[in-house]
């Protein structure tokens, strides 16, 4: 009994031996040279990913016993374009990835709920190597979009984007958050990250999508519009259904915000006149010669948050028919009939005259 229990712990103190040498071993320099590689940590990798680059990259000689260093130290590694050499050790890289001891820089950058497609531009270009219009022009590139309609990569991308007359293609497709890129990311690049967070965000719900019989480039319409229109979910619920019921009267939707994109204007800057609102275009739902009827505009008017986009999805169970907001606090109000509509707005423009 004793010499078998004997046996068996000189076997652990071997195995013990060796797996404590094995982890020196792959935790030492993988070679002498002292050659310079760039090695990139693009945004969102993760440890374990980390770990594996470097050992394709020929820097390290075992993910496994890295992946293990990580976990034991838990260290704040940052994004960017490091160089390495073959003889720094696997700990020496970690450093240097946590110092933030970076040939090339991450940029961090906010993309709202609710901005149109021209304003991310605008955020971009303030934040990287290229312009608001380099950024729109890929935004529109046909051959482009083809390739991500044809990739099937994006479920929720179709021939709908192709449309000549929409004025930008992606319009409310990109999500609206905050991103970390590389400072020489290129449009192209930041346009499929977005693209990636949008069906990162869709997929607990892609099925239920799918099968509203809904397209999901309508629902985003409609999202698009209930995000500018409501400012919290109840009103955003009850907004898609006033939209939705309009729609099944043949009646206009009559969004002053559809008006304003569709004449390229922007609400609260440009005054709310007459050639705005009966500008001819497919986006202007307060057109009233019957061609907006029924419809919703040809496209998305913004870039909505998914509680906009589960409203357009689950509009609520009520019988509203109009609605109009204090400009003054954002407060929406609702009604059924055009005469108490009348008598709210009345209501609103003196109380935000006297303010």
């Known amino acids: 009994m004793k010499k078998g229990l004997l046996i068996v712990c000189i076997l652990l103190a ?16 993988i070679s002498t040279e002292d050659k310079e590689i760039n090695f990139i940590i693009a945004p969102g990798t993760s440890k374990t990913e980390i770990a594996k680059n470097l050992e394709k990259a020929g820097l390290i000689r075992s993910e496994y016993v890295l992946d293990v260093y990580l976990a034991f130290t838990k260290p704040n590694i940052q ?13 020496e890289m970690i450093e240097k990835f946590s110092k933030g001891d970076v040939k090339i820089n991450s940029i961090t950058v906010t993309l709202v709920e609710g901005k149109r497609i021209t304003d991310y531009a605008k955020t971009l270009e303030e934040k990287f190597d290229f312009t608001a219009s380099d950024f729109l022009a890929e935004v529109n590139d046909h051959e482009f979009l083809k390739t991500l309609v044809e990739s099937e ?9 192709l449309n000549e007359d929409l004025y930008y293609p992606l319009e409310g497709y990109l999500y609206p958050n905050t991103y970390e890129f590389l400072e020489t990311v290129t449009p192209k690049e930041i346009i499929t990250t977005l693209l990636n967070q949008t069906k990162k965000e869709l997929e607990p719900y892609k099925e239920e999508i799918l099968n509203s019989g809904k397209s999901y480039h309508d629902l985003l319409t409609m999202a698009s519009i209930v995000e500018i229109e409501a400012n919290n979910k109840s009103d955003r619920e009850k907004a898609s259904q006033v939209f939705y019921t309009r729609i099944a009267s043949n009646d206009t939707l009559g969004s002053d915000v559809t008006a ?18 009966n500008n001819v275009n497919p986006y202007n739902t307060r057109l009233q010669d019957g061609s ?8 998305a008017v913004s870039n909505p948050g998914i509680e906009s986009i589960l409203a357009s999805l689950h509009p609520s169970d009520t019988n509203y028919y109009f609605f109009v907001a204090n400009v003054c606090t954002g407060e929406v109000f609702f ?15 003196n109380i935000c005259s006297q303010n």
């Open 79 to 91: 994004a960017g374009e490091y160089i390495l050499t073959p003889n720094m050790t696997p700990k």
């Open 14 to 29: 071997i195995v013990l031996c060796i797996s404590f040498g094995y982890y020196v071993w792959a935790l030492a320099p």
């Open 292 to 299: 907006m009827n029924g419809k919703l505009p040809i496209g």
């Open 260 to 277: 304003f994109y569709g004449a390229r204007k922007e609400m609260g800057h440009d005054a709310e006149t007459w050639s705005v609102l």
């Open 335 to 349: 009604q059924n009939t055009s005469e108490e509509f009348m008598r709210k707005c009345e209501e609103l423009r």
């Open 153 to 161: 990569e994006y479920w929720f991308l179709k021939d709908v984007i």
